[in-house]
């Protein structure tokens, strides 16, 4: 029997539904592997097709290629080590999760995905059937089990395979990141080796998907929970781990144990990397946003400059008559600050046209929220044409706060393809600003240093679009809003919590109400960086038309 065993860990980062482009890859990965001397060859959940791929692999054309496609990979990866690979099957009439291996040129063993998540950004249940409770694979004489993704969260699947003979896991994962995921994984794994007594790699994708990002941070542990190695956090990498059998059976010999960064760092990385991924993989490659002279619009200028590079953003500013000079000189110094592309371009002139068109209908009747929003949505118009002209990608400022309560002008200000701080509360927007100007990764492609200048940080926040106006004519302080939003929105918790937490009932009850009464907004809204387990669009799903309101 052979004493050494090795895997080869292919980190990586898949596009959704490129078949072609994803198996090429894996091939790439394949024949590293296999010039390392490497047993079995190893990529991630569903990376022949991308994650989380939702209807789109219900569709029969689409699974049918699928198939077709890894069937083609195992025949071009014949002369070499294993190699396995998630992607969809079909048995009968039902659809699986499927972790294949690949050897000697055909599908050598499927294992089925058994516990399906429904929860979350996750819906499998909906998409997927449960496939039964299996046994482990053989790769020469080792026998290995693949809990795949969420059979790992359960003990039932690593059980089995335990008792049916496997002698360590490799548990195949498409895991999106949010604040303190890893922590989690790494419990349930624990439990997991510490129930089997048997080593477990743990291997996840990286890369941007809609408004996931996933991490990577791939992982072994060895019986007793010990850490063997971990591959680095969002970076694609391919790693060769051995495992060596002794008396007491395999260990995983050690390996690097790449550190990981402070919980604002990995905030900030995503949000970089959900940007750029979106971007590259919808054939964008430049970007326009309406640059205010607030920290919102700032921030997100950072963060674009950072994802793709100062030369491919363009920052645009549109004063009316309520632009402080202060916002007109906040604006151009975060311009100049990045090296960005400004653009000056007043609205007035549009506005009056606007006006005068109305008039007649609205003539004897006060100038209210109307006349605000006509600003936000000429704005809007006017970033839209320059999107459709230039080819350029509008980005939207909106922060977490506002997009829960509906301080945003539909068809205005929220207009745009993508917001990069759209699950990032305000609080958290001016740390964020404060962290970005004292730290700068090599991952960064805009300069480092102060790009957001300290009184883009410390004015008070306003919309501008009347005299003297401040967000918190509007809504209650930003670090008590938050904290509401934060019961109300991440916890779901009830207006009784927020009482207890001791803030004042009436103002739970209009933030609650506003909350509610916004959903047809977001329901409208850009996708955007996912950083929390409750971020708007797939992890919250509430209907539109609702008349309930928290009696507590």
């Known amino acids: ?69 890894v069937r083609k990979l195992a025949a071009d990866c014949a002369d070499g080590p294993a190699l396995a690979i998630g992607g969809p099957w079909v048995e009968g009439a039902q659809l699986f999760n499927a972790y294949f291996i690949l050897r000697d040129g055909k599908i050598a063993h499927t294992a089925l995905k058994h516990n399906l998540p429904n929860e979350m950004v996750f819906d499998e249940q909906r998409i997927f059937a449960a496939g039964p409770l299996g046994g482990p694979y053989s790769v020469g004489d080792t026998r290995i089990g693949s809990p795949i993704c969420e059979d790992a969260w359960h003990e039932d699947v690593a059980e089995t395979l335990a008792e049916t003979g496997a002698e360590f896991l490799l548990v195949p994962n498409g895991s999106p990141y949010y604040r303190g995921k890893h922590d989690t994984r790494l419990n ?18 990286v890369g941007g998907q809609d408004d996931q990002v996933f991490d990577g941070a791939s992982f072994g542990l060895n019986p007793g929970g010990e850490l063997a190695f971990q591959m680095p956090q969002f970076d694609a990498a391919i790693t060769h781990v051995d495992l060596e059998r002794g008396s007491d059976g395999w260990r995983i010999l050690p390996g690097a144990e790449h550190v990981h960064p402070s919980e604002w760092e990995q905030d900030y990385q995503v949000m970089v990397i959900a940007l750029r991924d979106y971007m590259a993989k919808t054939g964008f490659s430049k970007v326009l946003l309406g640059l205010s002279g607030g920290i919102d619009s700032a921030l997100v200028a950072v963060i674009a400059a950072d994802a793709l590079g100062p030369e491919n953003v363009r920052c645009v500013m549109l004063p009316s008559e309520y632009t402080s000079p202060e916002s007109l000189e906040d604006a151009e110094a975060v311009a100049k600050a990045l090296g960005c592309h400004y653009d000056y371009v007043p609205i007035a002139e549009g506005r009056g046209a606007i006006s005068n068109t109305l008039e007649p209908l609205f003539a004897g009747l006060k100038p209210d929220l109307t006349e605000e929003n006509i600003q936000s949505r000429l704005r809007g118009l006017l970033l839209m044409a320059m999107s459709n002209k230039f080819g350029e990608m509008l980005l939207t400022t909106g922060n977490k706060s506002e997009v829960a ?22 609080t958290r927007v001016f740390e964020t600003c404060r962290w970005r100007n004292d730290n700068h990764r090599d991952w960064m492609k805009a300069p480092a240093g ?92 509430y209907p539109i038309v609702n008349r309930w309101r928290d009696p507590s």
């Not at 349930?188 to 994708?205: G, K, Q």
């Not at 004519?473 to 904290?483: G, M, R």
């Not at 019961?487 to 207890?500: F, H, N, P, Q, T």
């Open 188 to 205: 349930h794994m624990v439990a997991r080796v510490v129930e089997t007594d048997l080593p477990l790699i743990y291997l996840n994708m």
């Open 450 to 541: 102060e790009v957001i200048p300290p009184r883009v940080i410390s004015k008070p926040p306003s919309a501008e679009l009347r005299p003297d106006q401040k967000d918190s004519n509007s809504l209650p302080e930003y670090d008590e809003l938050d904290a509401i939003l934060d019961i109300l929105v991440d916890r779901d918790g009830s207006i009784a919590d927020c009482v207890a937490a001791g803030f004042d009932r009436a103002t739970a009850k209009k933030v609650e109400h506003l909350l509610y009464i916004s959903e047809y907004k977001r329901f409208q809204s850009a996708p955007g960086a996912r950083l929390t387990k409750r971020a708007f669009w797939l992890d919250r799903r």
């Open 405 to 426: 309560v509906g301080y945003a002008t539909i068809y205005g200000d929220m207009a745009g393809g993508y917001n990069p701080i759209k699950d990032l509360y305000k």
């Open 1 to 69: 029997m052979s004493d050494r065993f090795r895997v080869t860990l292919a980190q990586l980062n898949p596009v959704m539904g490129d078949l072609e482009g994803n198996a090429a890859k894996a091939r790439e990965a394949w024949d590293q592997g296999r010039a390392a001397g490497a047993d079995l060859v190893a990529l991630p959940e569903m990376f022949l097709v991308g994650y989380n791929p939702q209807d789109l692999v219900m569709k029969p054309a689409f699974h049918t290629a699928a198939i077709e496609a």
